[in-house]
């Protein structure tokens, strides 16, 4: 289908020009992903033409010398200041109906950013409700655990978001939002949740402002969350359910969104969607890296050496890292769901396995089929099961500024256990992906390196997980005797 | 020297007026109700009482001891125990108080209190819960949370027993045992366990075991063995006997690490003192806020610790009010509750002298209450004492009324209580109408409410 030209059925934004496009012979350079809703006439994910140059021609995939990544973050910024993109990735591949919309979130997130008033009541919710600080935490034990027989090895912090309120990083940008909201003189709020975590998040948030609130979830992830379905219903949430997961009830709360513009607010979870909802996000998150860096120079008057964070959509990673992405001597790993083996066509290994596409009004890899269709993901993290990733993550990793690396379902359930047992934290199945990286990690560092990972939830609400998983593995094996 | 055997005793003081209450003697008994069983049953502990008792107590006013150098809280409190567990309770007094003035040890433990439990907790201006209280002119007292929900496993236990683990291994035991009702203070207990990588014994009774499976997992998870009891009527009670047993046979390589201020002295002592960091913060914190004192502490009371954890700080300041919330269950006439200060009558139970919920052949009655944390048929000794002294009220809220405010709170501020705390809530309903306006309240959010929801859903929809 080389030369078919390609146009953009929705203006994306005026100041950018999609002239015509080429669909390569080779669809790793640009994927696209087609879903077309037509039940309200809407298309809500669109195929679109675009300027996409090589990235080899942009020489960004082997950059030479460091500070080159530095330039490339520059110019990164830049184009999300001029049209809401990470370098090539992001944008806003939205309906017409919604570019108001969202131009008018822009000015408003521009404008509490700068608002001291908002900020002052941001940080007294986000202290004394939220429960921030969370601490930077010795793991002393599993540090213990992974020195050599000489006594050698990397010292790991965990991040505690698991002590938050809620259990999971997810609040930090829930409440800010709702704030937002609130302010913006909305009285409802709607938004998508897989794990169930950004919904009880939201529903305490809205109860506490007094706004109503709709979350939409997929059927699938309300069987296997169902103790975070009752936390929302009881803080006064209505949970609607959607047949299938995240990515079906994204899209169906933000159809619901579409159809009353006026009085509801969507409150995008992580840092997926249509320019400003990445950004927002991230910088709603952005106060756990922060608080890190004043952390660690209290603790060892330096920087972390490693940063480690498990990727879903990638709000809490980015959380994390984005404070650091000019400090080149910061690692950033990411580490995403392999599920049942990267090469088992179930898993959630976005940037290990994806391809470029739009999804969700923005553009970033994505796991599609050879026709542009979604592949559904599978992990034993919910959270972590996105097809998607952020566009900012993408152009993270595309200028070699992050690496990412993917742990599958078994070795999170062990990092699960070996947590537990060592320092008597359960963490998230989510965030327990990043935990058994450090498996790989540890031995390849040296004697010394501060190595911080984001635990960025709790566990209890996967005990159940574990204890169904556990007892099939001993069904199995006595089987097998 | 006066011995009694097949504790719990009814021992019936008469006490004309407080002045009896600093009496010399610990115990003034004007009957003992026949039949005392002269063969104990094996879930019994022995009580004993010394000669020393009563030296001791010279002419020493004993409101300004908490506890006396015996441990007692006026006639309150003591050492009830077999006498092998006296050195151990020595050692361990001995061990706390020298620890309390060990700068390292405090050190290590604020570490630890800071970034593993995730101390400070906030002080938290409850701004709809207190506009739900306001009167129709407007006026209305000002509500705070004290957000013990917020520490690492969602409660107060946390504070106590990771003190309690790092006395452990200072005293160079290896092995802890615990006992534990519905799960929380056994999961407290394994978690400490597995930070500080202690063998841990957790006793449950069977029955408890069955409706709270999910615990069992998660402590086995943490590396603890479950043990169930069966013996008795296979609840907490029960294991705490065991646990004592446990003690006894096993006392120079173990620590048993009580989950509240029960028990023989110096454990209300020492794990009043763990929580009291819970009260200096709060001082802190309202000072910081609105540059003065709360005027009504507001806890609930099972065993009492997160009562005592908020209280003792502000006992001496006499303007500041103290409020218990027990669980009445179904009904303080029901027979089913767990109100021991409204209820009981004062025995001793587990080591202690307290009020206790004793029936006229001075056998324990089974408590009740929705709450597995307020389920218990004792209380502190030092609760006994300070209702005794009128220095602290107590009142009690049904199943209903504690359902009502676990609701209440999860809609008006998105903070789901446990339901041990909800009783607390709910007395709000009673006490706010009498208070002026501007009265600053603080509540003691002493748990997090996720293993409450399944229970609360079920009896909402009946």
Known sequence: MAGNNLQSTISVHGRTLYPTCKLLNSSKMLGFSLQSRTDRGLIVCSAVGHNTLNSDELGLRNPTRTSEILELIDQGEKTLANSGKFGRFGGIFVPETLITCLKKLEVEFNWVLHDPQFQEELSIALKDYVGRET??????????????????????????????????????????????????????????????????????????????????????????????????????????????????????????????????????????????????????????????????????????????????????????????????????????????????????????????????????????????????????????????????????????????????????????????????????????????????????????????????????????????????????????? | MAFFAAAPCRARTHLASSADCYSLLPLKFDRITPPCHLNPKPHSVFCTLSKQTMAEHHLEPVVLQRPDSFGRFGKFGGKYVPETLMYALTELETAFNSLASDQKFQNELDGILRDYVGRESPLYFAERLTEHYKRPDGRGPQIYLKREDLNHTGAHKINNAVAQALLAKRLGKKRIIAETGAGQHGVATATVCARFGLECIIYMGAQDMERQALNVFRMRLLGAEVRPVHSGTATLKDATSEAIRDWVTNVESTHYILGSVAGPHPYPMMVREFHAVIGKETRKQALEKWGGKPNVLVACVGGGSNAMGIFHEFVDDKDVRLIGVEAAGFGLDSGKHAATLTKGEVGVLHGAMSYLLQDDDGQIIEPHSISAGLDYPGVGPEHSFLKDIGRAEYYSITDEEAIEAFKRLSRLEGIIPALETSHALAYLEKLCPTLPDGTKVVLNCSGRGDKDVQTAIKLLKL
């Open chain 1, 135 to 481: 601490p930077l935490y010795f793991a002393e034990r599993l540090t213990n655990y992974y020195r050599n027989k000489n006594g050698e090895g990397p010292e790991i912090y965990l991040k505690r978001e698991d002590l938050t309120h809620g259990g999971a990083h997810k609040i930090n940008n829930a409440i800010a939002q709702a704030m937002l909201a609130k302010r913006m003189g909305r009285k409802s709020i709607v938004a998508a949740t897989g794990a169930g975590q950004h919904g009880v998040a939201t529903a305490a948030a809205c109860a506490k402002l007094g706004l109503d609130c709709t979350i939409f979830m997929g059927s699938i992830d309300m069987q296997r969350q169902s103790s975070n379905v009752l936390l929302m219903e009881h803080t006064g949430a209505q949970v609607k359910s959607v047949a299938g997961t995240f990515k079906d009830a994204t899209s169906e709360a933000i159809r619901s969104w579409v159809g009353n513009l006026q009085g509801s607010y969507y409150l995008a979870g992580t840092a997926v969607g249509p320019h400003p909802c990445p950004s927002m996000v991230r910088e709603f998150q952005t106060v756990i890296g922060k608080e890190t860096r004043k952390q660690a120079m209290e603790k060892w008057i330096g920087k972390p050496d490693v940063l480690v964070a498990c990727v879903g959509s990638g709000s809490n990673a980015l959380g994390l890292f984005h404070e650091f992405i000019r400090d080149e001597d910061v690692r950033l790993i990411g580490v995403e769901a392999a599920g049942y083996g990267i090469d088992s066509g179930k898993h959630s290994a976005t940037l290990a396995k994806g391809e470029v596409g739009v999804y969700h009004g923005a553009m970033s890899y994505l796991l599609q089929d050879d026709e542009g269709q979604i592949i559904g993901p599978h992990s034993i993290g919910v959270g972590l099961e996105y097809p998607g990733v952020s566009p900012e993550l993408s152009f993270l990793k595309d200028i070699g500024r992050a690496e990412f690396y993917a742990i599958t379902d078994e070795e999170a359930l062990e990092a699960y256990t070996r947590l537990c047992q060592l320092e008597g934290i359960f963490p998230a199945l989510e965030a327990a992906h990043a935990l058994a990286y450090l498996e790989k990690l540890c031995p390849t560092l040296a004697s010394g390196t501060k190595v911080v990972v984001n635990c960025s939830g709790r566990g209890d609400k996967d005990a159940g997980t574990v204890f169904k998983y556990q007892h099939k593995m001993e069904g199995e094996q006595a089987q097998s005797e």
